[in-house]
């Protein structure tokens, strides 16, 4: 199943309703019409905010693409529009092996579109949805995926602002883990828009708390908390703070304390449950200060509980005695 980028909810996170045909007929026809020299519009893929994401083939490169199209209601604003170019411009400058790759970017008298490497497999939702959990094993290695990816890009000033499962790709053909939808993520070096100053941008959910009072000054460390709640959902099954409205879970975000992760993990390693619950401290100096050392700490004490587990099973077996 191929991946989808989703619309953030303050439910929890769930699939994507599926497309209504009218709206995509259309869609595909307007794409056709305006775009049929460049791409042929195969299925839907998802939705997110500020768009629809189809599958498309390259008709002169030969190669599949995930194409992103501003929603047909958004067209007419220019904020909206801008939005649009800033994400664009924005993912052309990331260049690393765990962000999804711009390929294009383009606009038209009624339409505008990016396209993107498509990455068969799934979301992370999907792959939580079928299985409820993921075995410590493979949240390690999510984590240190995205630990690593998050690194590179709050090292070039980008802070994402929207981790969430719907925005985390598992290859399929590589095993690899890409993070995708930079559509709310910012420069540090921007001047805040009067939107930004007015509503926080994000997934409630997966916010850190100085997200989620609106703080417009945020740095990598927000999104390291956001992390910290993905590795939480991979391995004990359910969010830390849920809600009925965006404003109850904020306050749980900020305000209450984290429930312990061990009892609703218990199988899982001490150092991966600690890792995980210091990503989401409440206080900025007590979390992980960059993603490359949340990184090498997983990888490193990967390697030394790989390294005792072939002690036990040596030193277990029973030796014959002369």
Request: with cysteine; proline share 6%; charged share 30%.
């Amino acid at each position: 199943m191929e991946a989808l980028i989703l619309e953030s909810t303050v439910r929890a996170p769930r699939l994507t309703p599926p497309f209504e045909r009218a709206t995509f007929d259309m869609e595909r026809e307007l794409v056709a019409r305006e775009l049929t020299r460049q791409f042929q519009v195969v299925r839907p893929l998802g939705r997110g905010g500020m768009g629809a994401v189809y599958l498309a083939r390259d008709v002169a490169l030969h190669r599949y693409a995930a194409l992103k199209v501003l929603r047909h209601d958004l067209r007419g604003r220019e904020d909206a529009r801008e939005r649009f170019r800033a994400e664009a411009r924005l993912s052309a400058q990331l260049e690393h092996p765990g962000i999804v790759p711009l390929y294009a970017f383009g606009e038209t008298a009624r339409l505008m579109y990016m396209a993107m490497r498509y990455v068969p497999g799934e979301s992370l939702g999907e792959r939580l949805r079928r299985e409820e959990r993921i075995s410590a094993q493979e949240t390690r290695r999510v984590l240190v995926h995205l630990a690593r990816a998050l690194d590179y890009a709050h090292g070039q000033g980008v802070v994402h602002r929207d981790l969430k499962p719907e925005n985390v790709l598992l290859d399929r053909e590589t095993g690899r883990v890409l993070l995708a939808d930079f559509s709310v993520a910012r420069r540090r070096s921007w001047d805040p828009s009067p939107a930004e100053l007015r509503r926080a941008f994000g997934t409630p959910h997966f916010m850190s708390p100085e997200q989620a009072v609106g703080d417009a000054n945020l740095d990598g460390r927000s999104d390291l908390y956001g992390l910290g709640v993905l590795g939480y959902l991979m391995l004990a099954g359910q969010l830390p703070f849920n809600g009925a409205s965006f404003e109850e879970i904020s306050a749980k975000h900020i305000f209450s304390p984290l429930p312990p992760l061990a009892p609703l993990a218990p199988h899982a390693p001490r150092d991966l449950v600690r890792a995980i619950e210091r990503c989401m401290a409440k206080e900025l100096e007590r979390r992980w200060q960059h993603g490359r050392q949340l990184a090498a700490a997983l990888d490193r004490t990967a390697d030394w509980f790989g390294v005792r587990g072939m002690f036990r099973r040596f030193t277990s077996r029973r030796v014959p005695l002369a």
